[in-house]
C-alpha cells in the first residue's frame, strides 16, 4: 500500500477528476460498506421473527445471535494478519460472496438448524470484510489525517446499518420475509461489483521475508501475537474496544425490554430511539474525525466513553419516550467523538504491526467484549432487574476508561517502535 499512497500523493491537483482519482479506493470503500452495512442490516432484526416462526425456542433462539459471533469472533486476528501478506482486497471480495449466498440460504431455510448454519456462515464472511475494509482505509489515511479518515469511512457504516432494519422491515411488511433475505443478497451483489470495477488492487505489506522483524520500510510485520499484546498502547486500544463491545452487548440486549415492557412504550418507538442514536452517531463522524486530528485523542476518548458512561447509567431514570430521546440523542454526540479518535490511534499502531493484523485482534475485541455483556447482563437482570443492566455496563465503562488511561500513561514512558511515516494527500 506504501506504493499506492506515493502515487496518490503526486496525483495532480485540481479539478474534480483528479480528486476522484485521488480518493478513488476510498470513495468506493465508502459505497460498499454503506451497501454492504445495510445488505447485513436488512436481515438482522427479522431472523428471531423467523426462528421462532419455525419453532426455534430457548437456547436455539439464542444460537440464532450468537453463531455469527462464535464463528466471527476467533477468525478476525488471523483473517486480519493474512490479509497483511496476501492483500485485502481478495478477502473483502470472498467476504462479500459468502454474504450473497448467505442471503439465499436464509431465504431456502427450511428448518430453523438450516437457519443457523447460515448465521454462523455470515460470521465468517464478517471476519473477512469488516476488519479488512477498516485496514484498507487505515491504509489510505495519510499521517495526521487518521481521524478525518475513519470518521468519514465510519458514516457509511453506521449510516447503512441504520437503513437496513427501515429497508428489511418496509420489504417484509409489503412482500414477505423471503425479499428481505434476497435483498441481503443483491446488496452484497451491489457492494462486490463495486470493490470489482472500482478499488484499486492493494499491494501485500510485506513483499520481502529475510527472517527479520521489519521491511525495508522499517515496519514490523512477523511480531507473534504475544509480543503485540505485550504492546501498552495496543492493550489500551483493545481494553476500550472491549468495554465499548460490553456496554453495546448489555444495551441492545436489554433497551427494547425495558422501554416496551418497562415503560410500556411501542416497539416503533424502542427502534426510533435506536435509529436516532445511530443516525447521529454516523452523522457526526466526520467532525469528530477531524477534531481528532487537531486535539489529543486520549482525552476525546476519555470524555466520549466518560459521558457515554454518565448517559448509560441514566437509562433507568428516564420515564417516557421524550426523554429517552434526548438521553440517546446526547449520548450519540459524544460516542461521535470517542470513535474516529480510538480508530486513529488503532491506525498508528496499524503502521507499527501491520493493519490487518491490529484490527483483527480490535474488532475482536468488540465481539468479546459484547459477547460477555449479553451474557453477564442477563445475570444481573435476574439478579436485581432490567435496569441495574444498564447501571452495571456504566460502572464497567468507567472503571475500563480509567484503566484505559493508566495504560496509555505507561506506554508512553516505553520505548516503542517507530513507523516510517509516508506522505499523503489529505
Same mark, same amino acid.
Given at each position: 500500500?506504501?506504493?499506492?499512497?506515493?502515487?496518490?500523493?503526486?496525483?495532480?491537483?485540481?479539478?474534480?477528476?483528479?480528486?476522484?482519482?485521488?480518493?478513488?479506493?476510498?470513495?468506493?470503500?465508502?459505497?460498499?460498506?454503506?451497501?454492504?452495512?445495510?445488505?447485513?442490516?436488512?436481515?438482522?432484526?427479522?431472523?428471531?421473527?423467523?426462528?421462532?416462526?419455525?419453532?426455534?425456542?430457548?437456547?436455539?433462539?439464542?444460537?440464532?445471535?450468537?453463531?455469527?459471533?462464535?464463528?466471527?469472533?476467533?477468525?478476525?486476528?488471523?483473517?486480519?494478519?493474512?490479509?497483511?501478506?496476501?492483500?485485502?482486497?481478495?478477502?473483502?471480495?470472498?467476504?462479500?460472496?459468502?454474504?450473497?449466498?448467505?442471503?439465499?440460504?436464509?431465504?431456502?431455510?427450511?428448518?430453523?438448524?438450516?437457519?443457523?448454519?447460515?448465521?454462523?456462515?455470515?460470521?465468517?464472511?464478517?471476519?473477512?470484510?469488516?476488519?479488512?475494509?477498516?485496514?484498507?482505509?487505515?491504509?489510505?489515511?495519510?499521517?495526521?489525517?487518521?481521524?478525518?479518515?475513519? +470518521? !468519514?469511512?465510519?458514516?457509511?457504516?453506521? @449510516?447503512?446499518? %441504520?437503513?437496513?432494519?427501515?429497508?428489511? &422491515?418496509? /420489504?417484509? =411488511? $409489503?412482500?414477505?420475509?423471503?425479499?428481505?433475505?434476497?435483498?441481503?443478497?443483491?446488496?452484497?451483489?451491489?457492494?462486490?461489483?463495486?470493490?470489482?470495477?472500482?478499488?484499486?488492487?492493494?499491494?501485500?505489506?510485506?513483499?520481502?521475508?529475510?527472517?527479520?522483524?521489519?521491511?525495508?520500510?522499517?515496519?514490523?510485520?512477523?511480531?507473534?501475537?504475544?509480543?503485540?499484546?505485550?504492546?501498552?498502547?495496543?492493550?489500551?486500544?483493545?481494553?476500550?474496544?472491549?468495554?465499548?463491545?460490553?456496554?453495546?452487548?448489555?444495551?441492545?440486549?436489554?433497551?427494547?425490554?425495558?422501554?416496551?415492557?418497562?415503560?410500556?412504550?411501542?416497539?416503533?418507538?424502542? +427502534? !426510533?430511539?435506536?435509529?436516532?442514536?445511530? @443516525?447521529?452517531? %454516523?452523522?457526526?463522524?466526520?467532525?469528530? &474525525?477531524? /477534531?481528532? =486530528? $487537531?486535539?489529543?485523542?486520549?482525552?476525546?476518548?476519555?470524555?466520549?466513553?466518560?459521558?457515554?458512561?454518565?448517559?448509560?447509567?441514566?437509562?433507568?431514570?428516564?420515564?417516557?419516550?421524550?426523554?429517552?430521546?434526548?438521553?440517546?440523542?446526547?449520548?450519540?454526540?459524544?460516542?461521535?467523538?470517542?470513535?474516529?479518535?480510538?480508530?486513529?490511534?488503532?491506525?498508528?499502531?496499524?503502521?507499527?504491526?501491520?493493519?490487518?493484523?491490529?484490527?483483527?485482534?480490535?474488532?475482536?475485541?468488540?465481539?468479546?467484549?459484547?459477547?460477555?455483556?449479553?451474557?453477564?447482563?442477563?445475570?444481573?437482570?435476574?439478579?436485581?432487574?432490567?435496569?441495574?443492566?444498564?447501571?452495571?455496563?456504566?460502572?464497567?465503562?468507567?472503571?475500563?476508561?480509567?484503566?484505559?488511561?493508566?495504560?496509555?500513561?505507561?506506554?508512553?514512558?516505553?520505548?516503542?517502535?517507530?513507523?516510517?511515516?509516508?506522505?499523503?494527500?489529505?
Amino acid at each position: 500500500m506504501t506504493a499506492q499512497l506515493k502515487q496518490r500523493a503526486l496525483a495532480p491537483r485540481g479539478g474534480f477528476e483528479a480528486w476522484l482519482a485521488r480518493n478513488r479506493g476510498f470513495i468506493a470503500m465508502s459505497v460498499a460498506m454503506f451497501v454492504g452495512s445495510a445488505g447485513i442490516g436488512v436481515v438482522s432484526p427479522l431472523l428471531p421473527v423467523f426462528a421462532k416462526n419455525q419453532g426455534a425456542s430457548g437456547v436455539w433462539l439464542g444460537l440464532t445471535f450468537s453463531a455469527f459471533t462464535i464463528t466471527q469472533t476467533p477468525l478476525m486476528p488471523f483473517i486480519g494478519r493474512l490479509s497483511d501478506f496476501k492483500g485485502k482486497k481478495l478477502f473483502m471480495v470472498l467476504g462479500l460472496l459468502i454474504y450473497g449466498f448467505v442471503g439465499i440460504g436464509f431465504a431456502w431455510s427450511p428448518t430453523f438448524y438450516h437457519l443457523i448454519f447460515f448465521r454462523a456462515l455470515a460470521g465468517i464472511g464478517t471476519a473477512m470484510l469488516f476488519p479488512i475494509a477498516f485496514a484498507y482505509v487505515g491504509d489510505l489515511s495519510p499521517p495526521n489525517h487518521e481521524g478525518r479518515y475513519m +470518521g !468519514l469511512f465510519n458514516v457509511s457504516f453506521f @449510516l447503512g446499518f %441504520g437503513a437496513g432494519p427501515l429497508i428489511g &422491515g418496509t /420489504l417484509k =411488511d $409489503r412482500f414477505n420475509m423471503d425479499a428481505a433475505f434476497l435483498a441481503m443478497t443483491a446488496m452484497s451483489a451491489i457492494a462486490l461489483l463495486v470493490l470489482l470495477l472500482f478499488l484499486p488492487k492493494d499491494t501485500p505489506e510485506r513483499q520481502h521475508s529475510e527472517g527479520d522483524d521489519e521491511d525495508e520500510d522499517g515496519r514490523r510485520k512477523h511480531t507473534p501475537w504475544a509480543a503485540m499484546l505485550k504492546n501498552t498502547m495496543l492493550r489500551a486500544l483493545l481494553l476500550f474496544q472491549g468495554i465499548w463491545g460490553l456496554n453495546a452487548g448489555c444495551v441492545s440486549a436489554f433497551i427494547a425490554l425495558y422501554m416496551v415492557s418497562g415503560l410500556g412504550l411501542s416497539a416503533a418507538q424502542a +427502534g !426510533l430511539v435506536l435509529s436516532i442514536r445511530t @443516525l447521529i452517531n %454516523g452523522g457526526l463522524q466526520p467532525y469528530f &474525525g477531524m /477534531l481528532a =486530528d $487537531r486535539m489529543n485523542r486520549v482525552h476525546l476518548v476519555s470524555v466520549g466513553v466518560g459521558f457515554s458512561a454518565l448517559g448509560t447509567f441514566s437509562i433507568p431514570w428516564m420515564g417516557g419516550f421524550w426523554p429517552l430521546v434526548f438521553l440517546f440523542a446526547s449520548v450519540a454526540i459524544f460516542e461521535s467523538a470517542a470513535i474516529p479518535a480510538a480508530s486513529a490511534i488503532t491506525v498508528e499502531q496499524g503502521r507499527i504491526f501491520g493493519m490487518g493484523s491490529v484490527m483483527g485482534i480490535y474488532n475482536t475485541a468488540s465481539s468479546l467484549g459484547m459477547l460477555v455483556g449479553t451474557m453477564t447482563a442477563g445475570l444481573v437482570s435476574d439478579w436485581l432487574g432490567v435496569g441495574y443492566v444498564f447501571r452495571y455496563a456504566a460502572i464497567m465503562m468507567i472503571i475500563g476508561i480509567l484503566l484505559f488511561n493508566m495504560l496509555v500513561r505507561l506506554g508512553r514512558r516505553l520505548p516503542v517502535p517507530v513507523a516510517k511515516r509516508v506522505p499523503g494527500e489529505a
